[in-house]
């Protein structure tokens, strides 16, 4: 049975730092990419980054790029997404997705490409 379970969200103020992890069975990083959603009240789930760990191929959306790092470690089953330099508009319930295969290179993945879904962890940014 496949399962991811999302981690180490919480409130921090602007400028902060948290990291979120995504322990995950039932698969494993050579067959699957793994991406880090989020959505905000009222908003879409947007894509934040993604990484297919087997060929380091990673993807960060543009509002994220240079502030967020995208990692996984195989022995540990898990994947984690280090965020820096918060901002109020990075709050949002965040969530980890496993996609079969690679990312293709030519921008992001599409929602519908991920077969499995975590719960989500909540991130708060106080300004």
């Known amino acids: 049975e496949v399962q991811l379970a999302e981690s180490g969200g919480g409130l921090v103020q602007a400028g902060g730092s948290l990291r979120l992890s995504c322990a995950v069975s039932?698969?494993?990083?050579?067959?699957?990419?793994i991406g880090w959603w989020r959505q905000a009240p009222g908003k879409e789930r947007e894509v934040v980054s993604c990484?297919?760990?087997?060929?380091?191929?990673?993807y960060y959306a543009d509002s994220v790029k240079g502030r967020f790092t995208i990692s996984s470690d195989n022995a540990k089953n898990t994947a984690y997404l280090q965020m820096n330099s918060l901002k109020p508009e990075d709050t949002a319930v965040y969530y980890c997705?496993?996609?079969?295969?690679?990312?293709?290179?030519?921008?992001?993945?599409?929602?519908?490409?991920?077969?499995?879904w975590g719960q989500g962890t909540q991130v708060t940014v106080s300004s």
């Open positions: 990484l297919t760990s087997r060929i380091g191929r990673t």
């Open positions: 039932g698969f494993t990083f050579d067959d699957y990419s």
């Open positions: 997705a496993a996609m079969r295969g690679m990312l293709s290179g030519y921008g992001p993945p599409s929602f519908y490409e991920f077969d499995y």
